[in-house]
């Protein structure tokens, strides 16, 4: 009984059109593209999952391996998974728009992404001597405890801001893919807007050990976002599906470089 739960469960999961979206296949929409008015909400709440499974995936790692191997072992662990769990379509998208058809510049991308995605995360700090600021009792449970925890959720939520973000400043046109111009027309100004607001108080809440830098790392994300979502737009000659999961993964990246260069200033 229980097996068939968690089958029925995940069915219903995969069905959803915003996990279609994200993590499905190229054949996630062979059929009729079907209603992607609310995709956008449902990219968010699965990346805020994806970012409560990083958590736990480093703190196993860690508890599994320990100090020896200081933060090489969950800086790899995450890395696979990113290569190879749900976030793998994003990854893919960006890697084929960054190495093309040739294999082997797309394997090339590859490692590159990988090598740098598993130094940046290794260069994490758990930052247990940096003071927070106060916050009331009903809503310190927002704000993980380890700093770098805090990182790890914020790149899901605003890789997923991107996908938001992008087709405000590239819209649907005639001939466009029917996937992006239906998860398009749910992003109205007013929520990408309003998405922004929430995750920059939450980013700001979240590196206020970082004095004034935390609205430099900021304003650095959403740029990075932004121009993530244009260039990778300009590459597919317009708005897809793709471009937009590969902006998305650029993102990811974008944040926890401008992090680790945001943290970096404190030194100089």
């Not at 196993?60 to 320990?66: D, E, Q, S, V």
């Not at 807007?193 to 108080?201: I, K």
């Not at 300009?234 to 998305?248: F, K, Q």
Request: aromatic share 10%.
């Amino acid at each position: 009984m229980g097996n068939r739960f968690l089958k029925n469960a995940a069915g219903l999961l995969t069905r959803r059109a915003s996990w279609r979206f994200l993590v499905g296949g190229d054949d996630a929409f062979a059929g009729p593209v079907g209603d992607l008015r609310y995709a956008w909400a449902g990219a968010l709440g699965l990346s805020l999952a994806w970012g409560v499974v990083s958590i736990w995936l480093w703190s196993l790692a860690w508890w599994l391996f320990g100090e020896p191997t200081g933060r090489l072992m969950p800086a790899a662990v995450l890395t696979t998974a990113a290569l190879l769990g749900p976030p793998r379509r994003c990854v893919t998208a960006a890697l084929h728009l960054l190495g093309g058809r040739d294999a082997t510049s797309r394997a090339l991308a590859a490692a590159v992404a990988a090598v740098v995605l598993a130094a940046g995360l290794a260069s994490l700090q758990p930052d247990y001597y940096r003071q927070d600021a106060h916050l009331h009792w009903a809503v310190a449970w927002i704000r993980p405890w380890v700093k770098l925890h805090r990182v790890l959720l914020l790149m899901p939520l605003w890789g997923a801001w991107s996908m938001l973000i992008t087709p405000q400043f590239v819209r649907p046109r005639e001939g466009s893919d029917p996937v992006a111009a239906a998860f398009a027309r749910g992003c109205s100004p007013l929520i990408a807007t309003a998405v922004m607001g929430l995750l920059l108080a939450l980013t700001v809440t979240y590196l206020n050990f970082l004095p004034w830098e935390q609205w430099g790392v900021s304003a650095a994300i959403i740029l990075s976002a932004i121009a993530a979502g244009l260039l990778c737009c300009r590459a597919e000659g317009g708005l897809t599906r793709r471009a937009l999961l590969a902006g998305n993964a650029v993102t990811q990246l974008a944040v926890l470089l401008s992090y680790l260069a945001g943290r970096n200033l404190l030194y100089w």
